[in-house]
């Protein structure tokens, strides 16, 4: 039955019990807004998305154009960016969910997604590029020879996009391994072209796991957190600051070992056994010290999407 699921309704379901996931430490959830974000217009933004999400369901629509689609939508619903980076990997997952179904496997997995992101083209890029101009979204500078391809010079950056022939998994590509060994690299970036390994680990970890979606989404949010330092935290107190609140984050899983990192660091009774009273201390602190792991919030999006396909269920 789950298989024959509408994945945008999926997609969109995916949406939703990501922010009402709680405790998230440092993010909004259905108990904590934040200053300038509230819970309510996650949920505009999971609706607004959708025409984008459909788009993204049609192999004759291109990548970038639904990617764009969803975030314009996500913006005029919500009025602000409550979903960009969850957006740029659900927008791949749901093309190769509609392709795969197409196939003698019809099962949704790490090489389908592979074959969606290396299919993207330089119009796809372009069209990442003009997704930019509809919200404000916290990036690093990019590096000094790739000036021309910051994305928040939007449609400006078209030319250079072209001539270098770069598409969206080129310009990915860029931010998922950066030439500073001590930057932390684009965790989504690397899910692009590295094939999902992340989503796709942290969704086995919402399937096997007991309970409602809910708090599975926020014991797996724990582990992604606890197994690599958060994009948005370093982007905005640098890497240092990330990896603390990695550790910090580490410390509520059961049996987690210190200095572990990497998605398969931690195994799934780890990530199940995540102390989720414990994290309602870490949330507080996290939002008194503005320390907002948006990324991580991203990758258990996309495991939930991933999970919802793979029969989790939200039935008790």
Same mark, same amino acid.
């Given at each position: 039955m789950t298989a024959a699921r509408d994945p945008v309704d999926d997609a969109t379901l995916a949406l939703l019990l990501e922010v009402a996931g709680t405790p998230k430490p440092g993010n909004v959830d259905r108990h904590r807004d934040l200053d300038d974000l509230r819970f309510d217009s996650f949920l505009g933004g999971a609706v607004g998305a959708r025409a984008g999400l459909e788009l993204a &369901? #049609? #192999? #004759?629509? %291109?990548?970038g154009e639904a990617f764009e689609r969803a975030v314009a939508g996500m913006a005029d619903r919500a009025g602000t960016n409550t979903q960009f980076g969850c957006l740029l990997l659900l927008v791949p997952l749901l093309r190769a969910t509609v392709t795969e179904a197409a196939s003698s496997s019809g099962r949704l997995d790490a090489a389908a997604v592979d074959r969606v992101t290396r299919d993207a083209t330089v119009d796809d890029a372009v069209a990442f590029y003009r997704a930019f101009e509809h919200v404000d979204v916290a990036v690093a500078d990019p590096p000094p020879d790739a000036a021309d391809l910051d994305v928040r010079r939007g449609s400006d950056a078209a030319p250079a996009l072209r001539e270098r022939g770069l598409t969206l998994r080129d310009v990915l590509a860029i931010s998922a391994d950066p030439d500073d060994a001590d930057r932390v690299p684009d965790r989504n970036a690397r899910e692009w072209v590295e094939g999902f390994p992340r989503t796709f680990r942290a969704a086995e970890w919402i399937r096997t796991d007991t309970g409602p979606l809910t708090d599975r989404a926020a014991r797996t949010f724990l582990g992604l957190l606890a197994a690599e330092p958060d994009t948005l935290v370093a982007a905005a107190h640098? %890497? /240092? &600051?990330?990896? /603390? &609140?990695?550790t910090r984050a580490a410390a509520l899983l059961d049996g987690a070992a210190a200095g572990s990192e990497g998605v398969d660091a931690f195994d799934a009774d780890a990530v199940h056994g995540a102390d989720l009273d414990a994290a309602e201390g870490l949330a507080a602190a996290f939002v008194d010290e503005g320390i907002n792991p948006g990324t991580t919030a991203d990758l258990t999006c996309a495991a939930l999407y991933v999970a919802i396909r793979h029969g989790a269920e939200v039935a008790p």
């Open positions: &369901a #049609d #192999d #004759d629509v %291109p990548l640098g %890497p /240092e &600051a990330a990896r /603390e &609140a990695s």
